[in-house]
Every structure is written in C-alpha cells, then in structure tokens.
C-alpha cells in the first residue's frame, strides 16, 4: 500500500510539472502575440522602451499570482489584451520560468 501511494503522489506531481510547462509554453505563445511589441520576451535586445520579462521575473518581490493579476486589470499606459485568467496565469508562469 504504502509503494501505491508514493507511485500515486510521484505520478501526481509529475503530471503537475507538465502542465506547468505546458502552461509556461501557452504564455510563450501568448506573449509573442500580445506583448512583443513593446516587451522584450527573450534576452532584451535594448530596443525595448519597457522592461523586459526577465527583469520582471528577477525582480525579488514579484510572483506570479500577482503577473497574473496585473494583466487582469485596466492599464492606462497598456493595451487591454482579452485575457482569460488561465491564460494571464500561463504568461506569468511564462515569466517567472525566466528566473535566475
């Protein structure tokens, strides 16, 4: 019984760190159809007026409950994209997987 439910939990958690990268990679897609224009996505080029999304996820206070919750709201210097939550969620996962 006792190997049942620690092959149940290992096959649990794995499952949960696929559908983080999937996730992650969701906010990959996301992101490159929403915020390039304005955001570097990748290692900053310098080009961009805005921070980057590595300097976002390296910032010690941010997690990403609270990327996602800010994409949810108005922003008055940012367009509006029609996000879902699931999906501000994958972006921010998207962003917090660029942590050092």
């Known amino acids: 019984m006792r190997i049942l439910k620690a092959s149940l939990a290992l096959a649990l958690l794995a499952g949960i ?4 990268a999937q996730n992650a990679e969701n906010g990959r897609l996301l992101s490159e159809r929403w915020c390039t224009e304005c955001h570097a996505i990748g290692t900053p080029t310098g080009k961009s007026r805005v921070k980057s999304f590595t300097s976002i996820a390296a910032r010690e206070n941010i997690s990403a409950e609270m990327i ?21 969620q994958d972006i921010a996962a998207f962003i917090m997987g660029m942590r050092k």
């Open 17 to 20: 760190e696929t559908a983080a």
């Open 68 to 88: 996602a919750t800010f994409l949810l709201l108005p922003h008055a210097v940012m367009p509006n994209p029609p996000l879902r939550r699931k999906d501000a």
